[in-house]
């Protein structure tokens, strides 16, 4: 079983800060996707990383793949209150593993 | 167009009862997914549908557990003998096809819906 360890479980910052979450595996993915949840909703997809060393950015965040293809992060900057929500990541095709997620709060 | 639908949002029910939770995915989605997310958790598998057949149900907890897609669209997860450990959010997910082309593309994206929120008293 791949298992996907998210650190850290919750963060709590304020407006203008930035933060990095992680995702860490002991097993090989062939592609990693980072998810964002808010609650009562399902969650959506942010991003796919799917080669070792990928650099992705969306907007105010950026998305890195390891080069060993176990581990990701995902940065943002100046974070803002919309940015709360659970940040999921999940690896695989069709039956798609997620880690427990970080939950972030940014408040004003 | 129209997201993925889940109905009920909401469900309570007793311990030992028997529920039917609905998954509407989006049209033209030939993969539908199952999952299920305890308080605090990420989401947990269950069960993948490529059509209408199961192509994947190793996520199942055990056999009181059960879905169908009889006609290739509308899934229905079933429960009998509902437990309180059952009480958690369901989630369904719908993709254009399923993941078996080697690599990840728009086919595999998944889109989940809202949930339903199972609560067994």
């Known amino acids: 079983t791949q298992l996907l360890e998210q650190s850290p479980q919750f963060l709590s910052i304020q407006e203008g800060e930035n933060l990095t979450v992680y995702c860490n595996s002991s097993?090989?993915?062939?592609?990693l996707q980072w998810y964002r949840q808010e609650p009562g909703e399902g969650p959506v997809l942010l991003v796919t990383v799917v080669t070792g060393g990928e650099v992705k950015k969306l907007k105010r965040l950026t998305f890195q793949f390891g080069d060993a293809r176990k581990d990701s992060s995902l940065h943002i900057t100046a974070a803002q209150p919309g940015d709360t929500g659970l940040y999921l990541c999940a690896g695989g095709y069709s039956t798609l593993t997620f880690g427990k997620g970080t939950m972030l709060l940014v408040s004003p | 167009g129209a997201g993925v639908s889940q109905t009920p949002s909401n469900k309570v029910t007793e311990k030992g009862k028997y529920v039917e939770l609905r998954c509407d995915p989006i049209?033209?989605?030939?993969?539908l997914y199952w999952y299920r997310q305890s308080l605090g958790q990420g989401p947990e598998f269950l069960i993948y549908f490529q059509g209408t057949g199961a192509a994947d149900d190793s996520g199942l907890p055990n056999d009181r557990f059960f879905a169908v897609r009889p006609e290739g669209s509308v899934s229905t997860l079933k429960i009998q003998r509902t437990e309180r450990g059952d009480s958690a959010v369901y989630l369904c997910a719908s993709s254009p096809g399923g993941g078996t082309s080697g690599g990840f593309g728009r086919k595999e994206t998944q889109y989940f819906g809202p949930g339903t929120r199972l609560l067994v008293l």
């Open positions: 049209s033209g989605h030939t993969a």
């Open positions: 097993s090989v993915f062939s592609s």
